[in-house]
């Protein structure tokens, strides 16, 4: 007789942008083939969640499909419940699911009250905005024996795979001198993002250009051991002042550079939805390797008969490899594209960690899961608190530079990692 398989319930707790775009989406899909159970999803006030439950694209693609919403539907919309997710994370039965995906600044609490409370967690990037914390949260996660996976989608674009297992094969040489880019579009100036993308609280690199630092990272699993961040200030509409351009440079420990240039302005007119991409050189025997990644235009261009692209455009790029709706061989339609299949990977692993240790007795089934999760961090291929820390101290070295007009800071390794601020001219760093 074969054991019945766990499916573990999942809370989300964010109804924003990337819980509509993508989480609740593929969550749904991972539902109906059997991978998780009941979906329940936090916000803070009912706006988001009716927007979620009403959506038609869900409806179409998932039918019959549905989430529990905290508050219900019928909540005053003006009323903000910021402590709820604590009353149904504190309602979970042990093993379950929290997938993370409030503002930056919250994900430190609502991760630690889900491992607090014997849950496995997916979280958005970042993690969290101190290094201190990640460690923390790491050491409670191993205490718990509970999963933590950050979703950085960019790691299962297949060209970062072929990428990394390339690299690793020793196909292209040593990195040594790279561009990266990643410019969201102008209309973000008049999103919500006007209330908090202020100069004191994050700046374009902190938001967008850590995928890329992630990602020479995931590829050469080379250490970032200084960064450098010059900001261009502008206001939103409403006044606010922000970081609206920045220009990063980023060294690694085999003295090589990247750099890493952000802005919210790529111009609503053009084709996109954004532009990114990035070029790393790398230092072969007597020749030179590298790898292009043009992940702006993917090759795929339509033309819409009405304003149906993003920001409302008619003619767009538009990207199959992130994700998509398709059709498929079941009801409804099903998300592909790496977005897809970063949450399927972290939902997947979660799903064979609980069931690997289902019908263990307690300290068995908690050694058998500290197992996984060690083979997880090894590996290398989810981002977890243990194997992307790296990503943390960048971020701390880029705000502190960022603020002090673009100061060299320096990332130190070693027992106890941290950040120091050097306040030298530019100059030759040796690796
Ligand atoms: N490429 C990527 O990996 C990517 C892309 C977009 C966003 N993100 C990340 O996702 C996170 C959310 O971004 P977003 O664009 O969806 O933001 P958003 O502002 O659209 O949504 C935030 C949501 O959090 C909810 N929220 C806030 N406080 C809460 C609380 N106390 N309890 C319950 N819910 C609460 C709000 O109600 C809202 O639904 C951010 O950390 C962001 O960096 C990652």
């Given at each position: 007789m074969t054991a019945q398989k766990l499916s573990p319930n999942v809370n989300i707790v964010g109804g924003g942008m990337i819980t509509f775009d993508l989480l609740l989406p593929s969550l749904y899909h991972l539902q109906r083939t059997g991978v998780i159970g009941k979906i329940d999803v936090c916000a803070l006030n009912a706006v988001p969640l009716k927007a979620l439950a009403e959506n038609p694209d869900f409806h179409e693609a998932f039918p019959g499909q549905r989430f529990t919403p905290h508050p219900g539907l019928t909540a005053p919309a003006d009323a903000q419940n910021p402590d709820l997710y604590k009353e149904v994370i504190a309602g979970m039965a042990p093993g379950n699911m929290v997938v993370v995906a409030t503002p930056d600044n919250l994900h430190y609490a609502v991760v630690k009250y889900a491992l607090e409370h014997d849950q496995n967690v997916l979280c958005v990037k970042p993690l969290v905005l101190k290094y201190e914390q990640a460690v923390e949260l790491e050491k409670l996660a191993v205490e718990k024996g509970r999963f933590v996976g950050v979703e950085y989608h960019k790691r299962f674009d297949r060209r970062s795979l072929v990428a990394r297992r390339g690299y690793r094969l020793g196909q292209f040489g040593a990195f040594m001198m790279g561009e990266a880019k990643l410019i969201e579009p102008y209309y973000y100036r008049h999103s919500n993002f006007q209330n908090w993308f202020t100069c004191d609280r994050t700046d374009p690199f902190t938001y967008i250009g850590c995928h890329y630092v992630d990602l020479v990272y995931f590829i050469t699993g080379l250490k970032p051991v200084e960064v450098s961040v010059q900001g261009v200030k502008g206001r939103f509409p409403n006044g606010n002042e922000a970081f609206l351009w920045s220009h990063a440079r980023v060294t690694w420990e085999n003295g090589a550079l990247l750099s890493v240039v952000n802005?919210?302005?790529?111009?609503?007119?053009?084709?996109?939805?954004?532009?990114?991409?990035?070029?790393?050189?790398?230092?072969?025997?007597?020749?030179?390797?590298?790898?292009?990644?043009?992940?702006?235009?993917?090759?795929?261009?339509?033309?819409?008969?009405?304003?149906?692209?993003?920001?409302?455009?008619?003619?767009?790029?538009?990207?199959?490899?992130?994700?998509?709706?398709?059709?498929?061989?079941?009801?409804?339609?099903?998300?592909?594209?790496?977005?897809?299949?970063?949450?399927?990977?972290?939902?997947?692993?979660?799903?064979?960690?609980?069931?690997?240790?289902?019908?263990?007795?307690?300290?068995?089934?908690?050694?058998?899961?500290?197992?996984?999760?060690?083979?997880?961090?090894?590996?290398?291929?989810?981002?977890?608190p243990a194997n992307s820390f790296i990503n943390e101290l960048v971020v701390e070295a880029a705000r502190a530079s960022i603020l002090a007009n673009a100061s060299r800071v320096r990332i130190v390794y070693g027992d106890h990692p941290h950040i120091e601020k050097s306040s030298g001219s530019w100059g030759v760093v040796s690796g």
């Open positions: 802005g919210l302005g790529y111009p609503d007119a053009a084709a996109g939805s954004n532009d990114q991409g990035m070029i790393l050189y790398c230092e072969g025997k007597d020749q030179t390797g590298l790898m292009f990644h043009d992940d702006h235009n993917r090759g795929v261009a339509y033309s819409y008969l009405e304003n149906t692209g993003p920001g409302g455009s008619k003619y767009n790029y538009v990207s199959p490899d992130f994700y998509r709706l398709v059709p498929w061989e079941g009801t409804g339609y099903k998300p592909i594209g790496y977005g897809y299949e970063s949450v399927e990977g972290i939902t997947r692993t979660i799903h064979r960690l609980e069931n690997a240790a289902a019908g263990l007795s307690g300290e068995a089934a908690l050694v058998r899961r500290r197992e996984l999760i060690r083979d997880v961090d090894s590996q290398g291929l989810i981002a977890t």
